[in-house]
């Protein structure tokens, strides 16, 4: 679950968005226990991906790894390039 986590968010922050995400949805609403937020990361982090699953929703921002990828990689690329004009 960490992977998915924005730098600046921790894993238990994140799992906390997906949570609130969750909550607005009207059925996941009903099925979530009142105390949600108190339960162990495990266990939300569980229901996180129970729901992301079966909802096929993005609630965690999966979808946008492939762009991060490759934003990623172009950076690679242009320090790679400068890295080379700097020691020649």
Excluded: C
């Excluded at 960490?2 to 099925?31: G, Y």
């Excluded at 990623?72 to 700097?86: D, E, G, V």
């Amino acid at each position: 679950m960490a992977d998915f986590a924005w730098p600046e968010q921790t894993e238990p922050e994140t799992i906390d968005r997906a949570l609130d995400a969750m909550k607005q949805d009207a059925v996941a609403r009903t099925l979530l226990p009142a105390n949600v937020k108190a339960l162990p990361i495990e266990a939300k982090r569980s229901l996180v991906l129970m729901y992301a699953e079966n909802s096929r929703q993005d609630i965690l921002g999966v979808k946008e790894l492939p762009d991060v990828v490759q934003w990623l990689q172009r950076a690679a690329t242009i320090h790679n390039h400068n890295m080379a004009l700097a020691t020649s």
